[in-house]
Every structure is written in C-alpha cells, then in structure tokens.
C-alpha cells in the first residue's frame, strides 16, 4: 500500500526564486490537500481539491501561491517569488471520504522549503 | 477559529498517564488526533465522528463531546514510543467541508 508521496522532500532556493512540488496522493482517493507548517506550529490549510476541481483556497495563499491538480491525481503546488517567510514545511494529504467512516487524511513526509 | 489543546506540554515517565485535551469554539462534525515526531510528517490516530463517541487504538483512546465541542485523548501506560507532538484537527460541522484546522499541538515526552 503506498502512501502519499511527495518531492523534491528538501529544497534550498535564493529569494525571488520559483519552486514547484509535487504531490502523488494514495491512488483510490479523491481528495487532495496542502497544508504549510512552521515549527512549533500546527499544519496550516493552504488548498483542497476533489479530483481535479479546487474547491477551496485559505486567504493565507497569496497570489504567489498556485496550485494544480490537472487529471484529478498527482497535484503541483508553485510559489512564484519566493520570500523568506515562505520557508516552511509543505505537507501534502490525501483522503477517500466514507459515510460510515467519515474522511480520514493521511499525510505525505512533507517537503522542506529554505529561502535564503 | 483554531482549537485549542491543553495542556502546551507534557512531560511522564514511562508506565504513567496523560489526557490531553482539545476544545473549539465552533460546532464540530468530527475530531481527528495525529501524532508527529520531530522533523516528520503528522500520523493518523484516530478519527471520532459521532457526539459521544469514543474510540480506542492500543493503550490510546479517546472521547468526543460534540455538545461540548470538546475532544479527549487517553495516554494510558505510556511508551518511549509515545513521545512526540499530538494535533487535534477539527472538522466544522455546518460545512463538513472536509478540511481539518490543526490546534497548536501538545508536546509529549516520555522518558526511562
């Protein structure tokens, strides 16, 4: 059973700089998520999609932030100029929501963003 | 909007006790605790759906008030394994929109 995968799981980039990480969720689920953590602090909803609809977005993701789910199975998150308040842990979850059993979110290990 | 957990931190020897608690101000559709080890991602416990529900996982339970809007979760004999961060992550309930807002977890130590 795979679980959430995502990449690249470190990255150091140089401010202005874009970047882009991918997510490849759990294969039978419809629902993707990302979520921004910093440390000390607890996950952060940026954006969900169900299949490849994006059906909410936080206030907290500024115009920099996108992010794409194309064929409703792997999602891109890319932040466009990037700042040193972006350095974070971007988390990326996925579920398969069941009447009985409610929607259960399983994380990925997470990518790493360090702007210098 | 974000719940909150109490206690901030904790610290046991192993074999002792802990409840950690977590309460938000908005009606809940479901509560779900995770727990997160340093410098990796959150890991799925337990998800509690119904008011009044109480779910447990090995020697970790927990309970959810939903008139209360308040969830517990049990720590019973603990492990060295146990240490780490626990998150509640709410679900509202006039949206069941799926999304989970994280408390500012409750730090766990476990020691010999």
């Known amino acids: 059973d795979t679980g959430v995968s995502q990449d690249p799981r470190h990255k150091i980039t140089k401010r202005g700089q874009n970047v882009t990480f991918r997510c490849d969720p759990i294969?039978?689920?419809?629902?993707l998520y990302w979520y921004r953590q910093t440390l000390g602090q607890g996950p952060e909803f940026l954006t969900y999609?169900?299949?490849?609809?994006?059906?909410?977005k936080s206030r907290l993701l500024s115009d920099r932030f996108s992010a794409e789910r194309p064929k409703g199975s792997f999602s891109t998150l890319e932040i466009q100029r990037t700042e040193q308040g972006d350095s974070a842990m971007y988390l990326c979850?996925?579920?398969?929501?069941?009447?009985?059993?409610?929607?259960?979110?399983?994380f990925g290990e997470g990518s790493w963003l360090t702007v210098v | 909007q974000q719940p909150v957990q109490s206690p901030q931190a904790v610290i046991l020897r192993e074999g002792e006790d802990a409840v950690i608690n977590c309460s938000s101000s908005?009606?809940?559709?479901?509560v779900h605790w995770y727990r997160q080890k340093h410098g990796e991602a959150p890991v799925f416990l337990m998800i509690?759906?119904?008011?009044?529900e109480q779910k447990g996982h090995d020697k970790i339970s927990a309970s959810f008030n939903e008139k209360k809007q308040q969830s517990s979760l049990y720590l019973t004999a603990s492990q060295l394994s146990y240490s780490g961060t626990y998150f509640c992550?709410?679900?509202?309930?006039?949206?069941?929109?799926?999304?989970?807002?994280f408390g500012t977890g409750t730090r766990l130590a476990v020691r010999p």
């Open positions: 294969s039978e689920h419809n629902r």
């Open positions: 908005k009606a809940l559709y479901s």
């Open positions: 509690l759906l119904k008011g009044g």
């Open positions: 979850a996925s579920s398969l929501k069941r009447r009985s059993s409610g929607n259960t979110i399983y």
């Open positions: 999609f169900q299949n490849e609809a994006q059906l909410e």
């Open positions: 992550g709410t679900e509202r309930a006039e949206s069941s929109g799926d999304k989970l807002t």
